[in-house]
């Protein structure tokens, strides 16, 4: 393996699993994409979990990622700033799309595990991320677990973070819960935090907890469109105010939750930024419909909900 | 679109989901695969769904399926026989892949719908297989869904044929039930049969039903091991013997049903044509125990199981 002299500091704090602009012939829009990047770590975010479930990843292909990571770096996004998802059902693109992200100097990875064969065995996983990691063969790799059974349905076990964090100390640098259990999300608290281990929460709904736990912050969908509050709950989380101000981004999250997050939070962006483009979503997904869209904007108005700096 | 002068002739018959020989580095081995294609065809299959669920093809990226694709083709392997699995959770892979085949001349490819995302509605899927039809723009496609909702978790429901099916005549020209569901293979028969939609049962078990409902044949796993005996079936669905031979089809699956079906279908390949690095799975699947493979071996040899002409 490649030494780790350059191994980049780990990124700890609120992570937006950045939506993906799409023209309307679906094509990936990297100038809309750029600016939405750059105004989510003015805004509050610590770091960019590009080609997330939120991003539409699995709608796009490897290619598709490759040159809008490029883009990215190219516009000034720093690489030091960015997770990518990088976990494929095919393992030699889990390989590629790692191996092009370790290149271009990103803080760490966050990877799926392969998600088309169910009822798969934790040795099959094993092997899967252990052969990835060793294809890439290169010491800076920070690789996060992403856990996502509700989409994924395939599961990350304790008993899989613990052998591959007992082999590859270092490289394996932590997970995202994606589960919505928080007990799910404390047993790795409480068994991989002293380790070493980052756990960040999946949704903003846990970050508190995650931090009361021993964790490092938060990847979460909304952190989309509302990262300045969740970051603020991030750096208050031992001030007296630190459940009032939970309680206000849950509120927010839950305005969101009432419809299909995806096209939910890209109406929100178009909104926000006076920008219609951006509701596009690539199939299978669709937009919200008008009458949907005018319930949460109304509803995300009437909260006092606000992006600012966002409309140019 | 392109004019459908030449237009493949569509297949019928028994069609194998061809397992994916892997090399040890997992490298897909083009010579092995080419090989095994050719046995199946002058073993009974009529035609090779190659990159099915049993084939692992979602566990190897684009570029590898297309090259395995053109060996196929430099080969030997006629291009009418062949019927590739070219649906991906991405659109643009299923664009490329779908392309690729049309233009080798491929009968047809077998779709899957975009998987990773779940619930969603008829309308994404049906921009999803619109999408591509338009983008290939070719009248040569022929395009068979694949409905597999055990594995992919994601239903093609009968509105939606009926949809697809009503937009793109001739185009749309089947669907592989893989639910395990006859009554739902039925209500496909019942419905769209008449309309030049070719139904295939995704599994031998039902190949006789489906005959004698207005089916035109099966893609079966076990076509990958036991290709002869189903197309008996297949040929003989109207003599007085068919029961009786598809009860012997059907034992013969059960054998194998006992154990993970792709390590098995592999562990059946390597025994019976003496080539032992046919057992090589791409992670997330692993081989067979020992004892897995041993009690298949012994249980397939007790019920005069062979591979005719498979060893070299």
């Given at each position: ?101 370790v290149e271009l100097g990103c803080?760490?990875?966050?990877m799926l595990p392969p998600f ?93 907890a995650n931090m009361r736990g ?99």
């Amino acid at each position: 393996m490649k030494p780790a002299m350059s191994k980049v500091k780990r990124i700890e704090g609120v992570l937006s699993p950045v939506v993906t602009p799409f023209n309307r012939d679906y094509a990936p829009d990297a100038p809309r994409f750029v600016r939405h990047c750059r105004w989510l770590l003015k805004s509050g975010c610590a770091g960019l979990a590009v080609f997330g479930t939120n991003s539409e990843a699995n709608s796009m292909s490897v290619g598709e990622k490759r040159k809008l990571l490029e883009a990215l770096v190219a516009g000034g996004v720093p690489a030091s700033a960015l997770m990518p998802g990088t976990g494929h059902c095919a393992i030699s693109d889990s390989i590629e799309m790692t191996r092009a992200a370790v290149e271009l100097g990103c803080a760490g990875v966050l990877m799926l595990p392969p998600f088309y064969y169910k009822n798969v065995s934790d040795e099959g996983l094993y092997r899967n991320f252990a052969e990835v990691i060793e294809r890439v063969g290169d010491e800076r790799l920070q690789l996060y677990l992403y856990h996502i059974p509700p989409v994924s349905q395939v599961a990350i076990s304790l008993a899989l973070i613990e052998k591959l964090l007992s082999k590859y100390p270092g490289i394996v640098a932590g997970v995202k819960d994606s589960s919505g259990n928080w007990d799910n999300t404390k047993a790795m608290l409480d068994q991989f935090a002293k380790a070493g281990f980052d756990v960040f929460a999946g949704s903003e709904e846990f970050l508190l907890a995650n931090m009361r736990g021993g964790g490092k912050g938060c990847i979460t969908a909304t952190g989309n469109v509302n990262p300045g509050a969740i970051d603020k709950v991030y750096r208050s989380w031992r001030s007296p105010d630190a459940d009032a101000l939970q309680a206000g981004i849950t509120a927010t999250r839950r305005i969101l939750q009432k419809h299909p997050m995806i096209p939910a939070l890209k109406a929100t962006v178009a909104h926000f930024g006076n920008d219609p483009q951006w509701k596009t979503c690539r199939p299978p997904l669709v937009e919200l419909t008008s009458a949907q869209e005018e319930t949460l904007i109304r509803e995300l108005k009437a909260a006092g909900f606000s992006m600012p700096g966002l409309a140019s």
